[in-house]
């Protein structure tokens, strides 16, 4: 069983903080790693990847790696409220298949 | 914007009754896939293929079968529908290039059974 768990939240923090989730996973053949942001009753959309240890930014977001501790996390500086949303990890192997954690709830409140 | 389209985005139907969800999508891609989605669970694969005619099992297939006879068609089937399919299903494909696969996904479909 390939697992991917998140802390399911709900996290909230306030307008301009720093939110911060976290992701483990089981399997050390895992090879990308993906965050999705998923609004009430729409699909998920992609965030970011991340492939190598290490941190990557991408505007306001930065995903960190640690496969050594299978452990992958997204920081979103400066929240707003429109990143109020459910986020999901995913991981991939070579065979081209994702498992996703079940989602974390953020909310930001204003 | 992957060009992924569902049909149809809601159905409501009977226990016992077959249903086909269909996933079309526009930009070539190879790889295609089908989730389900319900609380407590997040995203569980039912099926996907990686080609025409080629389609292999997910975690939770059972109940669920498919068929992909064109590259831009990705067909899901509930062979006898019941209340634990009642669910959210998303369709999603692979872009390949760049430094790494990524998937993405659809709009969704919402199926009740009743």
């Known amino acids: 069983q390939k697992e991917v768990e998140q802390n399911s939240g709900p996290l909230s923090v306030p307008e301009g903080a720093i939110a911060s989730l976290n992701c483990t996973y089981s399997?050390?053949?895992?090879?990308?790693f993906f965050w999705y942001r998923q609004y009430s009753g729409k699909s998920p959309e992609l965030i970011m990847f991340?492939?190598?240890?290490g941190d990557k930014e991408d505007g306001r977001f930065t995903a960190q790696l640690n496969k050594a501790s299978q452990y992958v996390s997204l920081l979103i500086r400066d929240s707003q409220p429109s990143d109020s949303a459910t986020y999901l990890c995913?991981?991939?192997?070579?065979?081209?298949?994702?498992?996703f954690g079940t989602g974390t709830s953020l909310t930001v409140i204003p | 914007d992957a060009g992924i389209t569902q049909s149809p985005r809601h159905k409501v139907t009977e226990t016992g009754t077959p249903v086909t969800l269909r996933c079309h999508q526009t930009?070539?891609?190879?790889?295609m896939y089908w989730y389900r989605q319900d609380p407590g669970h997040g995203l569980r694969l039912i099926h996907y293929?990686?080609?025409?005619?080629?389609?292999d099992k997910g975690e939770v297939s059972d109940g669920y079968s498919v068929s992909r006879s064109k590259t831009e068609d990705f067909l899901l089937t509930l062979e006898s529908a019941t209340s634990s399919q009642t669910s959210v299903y998303f369709c999603?494909?692979?872009?390949?290039?760049?430094?790494?696969?990524?998937?993405?996904f659809g709009p969704g479909t919402r199926l009740t059974v009743l």
């Open positions: 995913a991981v991939s192997n070579t065979g081209n298949q994702f498992y």
């Open positions: 399997d050390r053949g895992s090879q990308s």
């Open positions: 991340i492939y190598s240890n």
């Open positions: 930009e070539n891609h190879r790889y």
């Open positions: 293929s990686y080609g025409v005619k080629d389609t």
């Open positions: 999603a494909t692979l872009t390949s290039g760049g430094s790494t696969d990524t998937q993405y």
